[in-house]
């Protein structure tokens, strides 16, 4: 079976790891094992949810971020999760964000699940990781606001780990 990754991060941004010299020696690991880090970043797949006018504009900027300081992972796919009948009110903003090469999919959570909070995002994660099983090793699941300001290689695991 595949390993998925998801990685959930609630910060602005992405930040190196402690220099700790366990930390590198794991990061040197999972980086050296038989495939490159240009090779690996191939194998990923950033995947969100974003609900409304003000979180698609934040999912715009971190696909925009994706593209332009990610590095090898500048092309990885990027696949964004919508509420359903989204499409149409922020086709606009859809249209930006699809022209930077990123998926738009509409998502559903039944309807006895919509009064809590989270639900929608935690719907579309399962419907993420169900579609990305036979396509990716890593799905690298981040919050709408999310900014990537260097090549992310700290999401490419240790092959013996398969959650961050």
Do not use: C
Request: hydrophobic share 45%.
């Amino acid at each position: 079976m595949k390993r998925l990754l998801f990685i959930l991060v609630l910060a602005l941004m992405t930040v190196p790891v402690s220099s700790d010299t366990e930390d590198l020696n794991l990061v040197t690991e999972a980086l050296s094992t038989d495939n490159s880090i240009s090779d690996r970043a191939h194998k990923i797949i950033f995947a969100g949810f974003a609900e409304g006018a003000e979180q698609l504009s934040h999912m715009l900027v971190f696909v925009e971020s994706v593209r332009k300081f990610a590095g090898s992972f500048r092309d990885a796919p990027i696949w964004i999760y919508v509420p359903e009948a989204s499409t149409e009110k922020y086709k606009k903003i859809l249209d930006k964000i699809s022209a930077l090469r990123a998926d738009i999919y509409e998502s559903s959570a039944p309807e006895a699940a919509q009064e809590y909070y989270f639900s929608r995002k935690v719907f579309a994660a399962a419907e993420a990781e169900a579609q990305a099983e036979t396509q990716t090793e890593i799905l690298a699941w981040l919050d709408e606001d999310t900014i990537i300001l260097k090549e992310p290689k700290d999401f490419l695991l240790a092959h013996d780990k398969s959650l961050g």
